[in-house]
């Protein structure tokens, strides 16, 4: 008898899955909830019956021992399986059924009928296989498939009532992908646009787990230095220190999506080995309530700025708003851009004592103390789009 601990567990696994993008993340969950059932082999696939096509399938990590066989069975058995899979989805009751019991055939005419199954036995001695369409209205026809080998055929029948029980929490979960995939595939419209930007963006769900990224967030939190995103989804800070301002900056703003806080945007300078400027990130919170992305859509996004990018940097705003001079505006161009003081007298042909002069009235006009909060002022003024 499995554990009731374990059937938890799963079950908060099934309803992780809709924000995962990773085919490797559920392949991971297929793995643990048959493994939890003494199983090795299975499958789980989504389909449409309306479009007519597999939205996705994913098959346990114990078929990846033989690559070759995946490439041959999609070439060779797919035709002849899909009609099992056809016969599957038409029974809505949550019943496991074997390949015999939905192709109305006998055991000793499985192999010359359904090849597949006859390849299945030969390559990994998968002895039957056992479906069960997971939905039970007709709009999709997402099927679970148990495959057994012959020391697996013994599983006791309170497993089995067990994990028909898991069934309807598939089914949910499938269901809420679905919806989740409609609302990503929304926002990375959005977000396409916002590749030119040389502001990383990050959307996340309430719970503070990154569900979209564009290109510039994906460059900073792939280099690892300072800030990442887990596995599970999580962003990961540098230090416990900046780790708990940030989630205490994630509860604020998921306060005011609840409608429960009044909290404002926090920003968090995270410093970053070798001597590089600290990330800047932007916490705020996101709501949608015109249904312009979706009815009510609620999260939180997190901007990431790298000061040391500066290649679509301009300051050009910031001279008009401040009253800088020419030599200024230029001055708090080469200092955005990451020159020292005296870079910045060589650049110009002025004395250091010149620039260092400069520079502190471009921070006083600016109200800055840093270039870092230069650079994230002169991406307010001026939004930084990529000229490419």
């Not at 959307?203 to 510039?216: A, D, F, S």
């Not at 999260?299 to 500066?310: A, F, K, R, W, Y």
């Not at 520079?359 to 600016?366: F, G, I, L, N």
């Amino acid at each position: 008898m499995v554990e009731l601990s374990r059937i938890l567990d799963l079950i908060s696994l099934l309803y992780d899955l809709p924000y995962r993008e990773s085919d490797q993340d559920w392949q991971e969950v297929l793995d643990r909830f048959l493994s939890t059932f003494g199983f090795s082999f299975g499958s789980v696939d989504l389909y449409a019956p309306l479009q007519g096509t597999f939205e996705k399938s994913i098959r346990t990590s114990s078929y990846s021992k033989s690559e070759e066989f995946a490439r041959v069975f999609s070439a060779e058995f797919m035709e002849t399986d899909l009609r099992a899979y056809q016969a599957v989805a038409a029974y809505r009751d949550h019943i496991f059924r074997s390949d015999d019991e939905v192709m109305g055939i006998s055991r000793s005419q499985r192999h010359n009928i359904m090849p597949a199954s006859k390849a299945l036995y030969q390559v990994f001695g998968i002895e039957e296989r056992h479906a069960v369409c997971l939905n039970t209205h007709g709009a999709w026809a997402d099927v679970l498939t148990v495959q057994l080998t012959e020391k697996q055929r013994s599983v006791p029948q309170s497993d089995w009532k067990m994990l028909k029980a898991l069934l309807p929490h598939w089914a949910k979960s499938f269901e809420l992908y679905r919806t989740f995939n409609q609302l990503r595939l929304r926002f990375e419209t959005i977000l396409a646009g916002l590749d030119r930007l040389q502001l990383g963006v990050c959307v996340l769900t309430p719970n503070g787990e990154v569900i979209l990224k564009n290109e510039e967030a994906r460059r900073i939190v792939g280099d690892a230095r300072g800030l990442e995103i887990s596995r599970a989804g999580k962003m990961i800070l540098s230090s416990d220190a900046h780790q708990n301002a940030f989630d205490q900056a994630l509860g604020s703003a998921r306060d005011v999506v609840s409608g429960q806080g009044m909290g404002k945007s926090a920003v968090l300078a995270v410093p970053r080995p070798g001597g590089e400027s600290p990330c800047l990130v932007e916490v705020t919170p996101l709501r949608d309530d015109t249904g312009v992305l979706q009815a009510s859509c609620r999260g939180i996004i997190v901007l990431l700025v790298d000061p040391d990018n500066t290649e679509s940097i301009s300051t050009k705003g910031m001279e008009l708003l401040y009253g800088l001079t020419q030599a200024e505006s230029e001055v708090c161009a080469l200092v955005a851009k990451g020159l020292t003081t005296p870079q910045i007298s060589d650049a110009r042909n002025t004395s250091v004592e010149t620039a260092k002069s400069q520079v502190k009235r471009v921070m006083e006009k600016t109200n800055t103390k840093s270039r870092v909060q230069l650079v994230r002022l002169a991406h307010h003024v001026n939004v930084p789009i990529s000229k490419s």
